[in-house]
């Protein structure tokens, strides 16, 4: 089945970077795509960036340019990289598997988060 | 970039009503519709995938509906653990995007 787990959030200033780590086990980072999803206290989920099986990134529109997602499979971790946090970047950050399906795909697993906070 | 507008973003309703949530995609997005629940402090569970595929293990009275820009969740007797927040998601393009959410709550 497999298991994600988040770790690296905190207290973080605003303007510094923040480096988030997902541990998988159970199946293989380098077979999957993996995704960071994170939400805003009280708030909806937002798609923030996603790694494919081959290398391939995308990011979401309020991380683009200061984000990196990056994995080591010999690890079988991926991270998420944020600079320049800003109080809006408060949020749980989720990672999820994407499992590809006939015609579509979606996240299967998901990790229960790990929570970041930036505030002076 | 798809834009995912869900409705009505809160509903309350009693144990075995039925319940329909709509989701509409800001262009055409084929079958490429998945819904999630999440419920207070966990993370999101799949309940459909490919706008009417259900996620191993979910129960049937949900079922999901729809193809191209309209989509709905239907949930046919509500049950004491299905009181969440219900989000669709459009997997077919590269930013993925989640719709605002539908708060269930009891009545």
């Known amino acids: 089945e497999g298991l994600l787990v988040e770790s690296g959030g905190g207290l973080i200033q605003p303007g510094e970077s923040v480096r988030l780590s997902c541990a998988a086990s159970?199946?293989?980072?380098?077979?999957?795509?993996l995704a960071w999803v994170r939400q805003a206290p009280g708030r909806g989920l937002e798609w923030v960036a996603v790694?494919?099986?081959?290398?391939?990134?995308h990011y979401g529109e309020s991380v683009r340019g200061r984000s990196t997602i990056s994995k080591d499979n010999s690890k079988n971790t991926v991270d998420l990289e944020l600079s320049g946090l800003r109080a809006d970047d408060t949020a749980r950050y989720y990672c999820?598997?994407?499992?590809?399906?006939?015609?579509?795909?979606?996240?299967?697993?998901w990790g229960p988060g790990t929570p970041v906070t930036v505030s002076s | 970039d798809i834009q995912m507008t869900q409705s009505p973003s809160s509903l309350s309703a009693s144990v075995g009503d039925r319940v329909t949530i709509t989701c509409r995609a800001s262009q055409n997005i084929f079958s490429y519709l998945n819904w999630y629940q999440q419920k207070p402090g966990k993370a999101p569970k799949v309940l459909i995938y490919?706008?009417?595929k259900y996620h191993s293990g979910v129960p049937s009275r949900f079922s999901g509906s729809g193809s191209g820009t309209d989509f709905t969740l239907t949930i046919s007797s509500l049950q004491p653990e299905d009181f969440a927040t219900y989000y669709c998601?459009?997997?077919?393009?590269?930013?993925?995007?989640f719709g605002g959410g539908t708060k269930l709550e009891i009545k």
């Open positions: 159970g199946f293989t980072v380098s077979s999957n795509s």
């Open positions: 490919g706008a009417s």
């Open positions: 790694i494919f099986r081959e290398g391939r990134t």
């Open positions: 999820a598997r994407g499992l590809t399906a006939p015609g579509t795909n979606y996240y299967d697993l």
């Open positions: 998601q459009q997997s077919y393009s590269v930013p993925l995007s």
